[in-house]
């Protein structure tokens, strides 16, 4: 697979050089991870959410806050953190505009963080829940570093080819890991590789959705692992043209 991922980098580099107009990582996919900012909801409260580090070993604490446009604290309502992941709230605020907390896994975990205004809640997302809630913040603890990178090209008009390549921070040859690439939208995998510290594969998309994908190093496996030893932040397209 990795030869196959090899061969198409090869055939991307003869397309560039034919002159095809802006097709490394013109917005569809970063050149770099993704990392996660302030994102807000919608109304009326737009949440917004922030994490103070991305990618940090297992027991390290990171701190995940939430702001609103408006004090909770004159209404009904809320300002809920969750770990999308497990399904846990993590802190629950019933006054201000800023609510916090720091948490962190003694074990590798990829925690992603959402924000809600709503009725007091032990889950997400919360009854009564005044709008969509914040966008995501990503965690990755890790035992092992992970990162993702990807370079997209367009075969033809309707389809266009990604280039993933997944970089572990230890050969996974002398142990019992691989490092996988799945894509995290469809949970379909991408490619594997059983020995080294670099992983690339191929993959053809539609022009139009948003997809997802994701590295791990991982035991070998065929559908998105919750048990993990590394885990890269999410790499998305931006679907194409449009």
Avoid at 44 to 70: C, Q
Avoid at 162 to 175: C, I, K, Q, R, Y
Avoid at 184 to 213: D, H, N, R
Wanted: hydrophobic share 35%; aromatic share 10%.
């Amino acid at each position: 697979m990795v030869k196959r991922a090899t061969n198409i980098l090869r055939s991307t580099r003869r397309l560039l050089a034919l002159g095809l107009p802006a097709l490394i990582l013109a917005g569809f996919v970063p050149a770099t991870l993704p990392t996660p900012a302030a994102a807000g909801g919608n109304g009326p409260f737009y949440p917004s959410i922030a994490v103070s580090a991305s990618d940090v070993s297992p027991g390290t604490g990171v701190t995940v806050t939430a702001t609103t446009s408006i004090d909770v604290g004159p209404t009904p309502y809320y300002t809920q953190i969750y770990d999308m992941t497990t399904g846990a709230r993590i802190v629950s605020c019933g006054s201000g505009t800023v609510c916090s907390a720091t948490t962190s896994y003694q074990y590798p975990h990829f925690g992603r963080f959402q924000a809600f205004v709503g009725a007091n809640s032990f889950s997400p997302p919360p009854p009564n829940t005044q709008g969509s809630g914040s966008s995501e913040a990503d965690v990755a603890w890790n035992a092992i570093d992970v990162t993702l990178r990807g370079l997209v090209v367009f075969p033809s008009s309707t389809q266009y080819g990604v280039v993933l390549t997944a970089n572990s921070a230890v050969d996974v040859g002398p142990t019992p890991y691989y490092i996988e690439i799945f894509n995290i939208t469809t949970g379909a995998e991408v490619g594997s590789c059983g020995t080294g510290t670099s992983c690339s594969a191929s993959t053809i998309l539609p022009v139009g959705p948003v997809y997802t994908f994701q590295a791990f190093v991982t035991d070998l496996t065929t559908t998105v692992p919750t048990n993990f030893r590394g885990a890269s932040l999410y790499a998305t397209t931006g679907g194409g043209k449009g």
